[in-house]
């Protein structure tokens, strides 16, 4: 398996345009979690997703972000409009089951710059 | 509130040496402990776990240190290595709970000296 794919890998946009981070999460996976990590904050819960459906967003900032999960395959993390202080990498995460092992497979970021 | 307290934020040590993170937590629900190590540029890859039934657990050079009364546990990276530079992160939940989200400590940056 190719593992958790995000793109874009990097995105520089202006203050006020939308954002759109895209994530595909290893085949077979029931959960996907969204993180942002600053070096302020660290690692930081945004959300996360259970077949599908969120079940906790209380780490999403404010209503500037929100995130999609239509399939089990792909997850959009949207933040409408942008400010400076959003940027910060931006993790996917998807694991096969949460009480077992709780392995968290991560993708390898987007990191998004907000000028 | 940081519900997973790790220090330090940074740790230089020379190649041969012990390197050791320690983290503390104060929800005594958790029962699931983990390490993740975070390479430049890369997400954060699992290291090694530890549940609280057990004081120690040893993969290779990496060891972790559970002591349930004083709710802390370690990191201990024997033999440190350049390539062992990197972000490592400690972690902690509750997987019985409903949600059984993992929390994740602020990280330390970890640099060997070759």
């Known amino acids: 398996d190719a593992g958790v794919i995000q793109s874009p890998r990097h995105e520089v946009t202006e203050m006020g345009q939308e954002v759109t981070l895209r994530c595909k999460p290893i085949s077979g996976h029931d959960y996907l979690f969204w993180y942002r990590q600053t070096m302020m904050r660290g690692l930081e819960l945004l959300i996360y997703?259970?077949?599908?459906?969120?079940?906790?967003d209380s780490g999403m900032p404010e209503d500037r972000f929100s995130a999609k999960m239509p399939n089990a395959s792909f997850s959009t993390l949207k933040i409408q409009p942008s400010e400076p202080r959003d940027s910060a990498v931006y993790f996917c995460?998807?694991?096969?089951?949460?009480?077992?092992?709780?392995?968290?497979?991560f993708g390898e970021g987007s990191r998004l710059t907000v000028l | 509130q940081q519900q997973v307290k790790q220090s330090p934020q940074s740790l230089i040590v020379q190649k041969g040496g012990i390197s050791i993170i320690n983290c503390a937590y104060e929800?005594?629900?958790?029962?699931?402990f983990p390490w993740y190590q975070q390479f430049p540029g890369k997400g954060p890859a699992l290291l090694i776990a530890i549940r609280p039934d057990v004081s120690e657990k040893k993969e290779g050079r990496f060891t972790i240190s559970f002591n349930k009364s004083a709710k802390q546990f370690s990191l201990h990276i024997m033999d440190s290595q350049p390539g062992d530079s990197a972000t490592y992160f400690c972690?902690?939940?509750?997987?019985?709970?409903?949600?059984?989200?993992?929390?994740f400590g602020r990280g330390t940056q970890l640099t060997v000296w070759p």
């Open positions: 997703f259970n077949n599908n459906v969120p079940i906790d």
């Open positions: 972690a902690a939940s509750d997987r019985g709970s409903t949600l059984g989200r993992l929390y």
């Open positions: 995460a998807s694991s096969p089951r949460r009480g077992a092992s709780g392995e968290l497979f």
């Open positions: 929800n005594t629900a958790f029962d699931y």
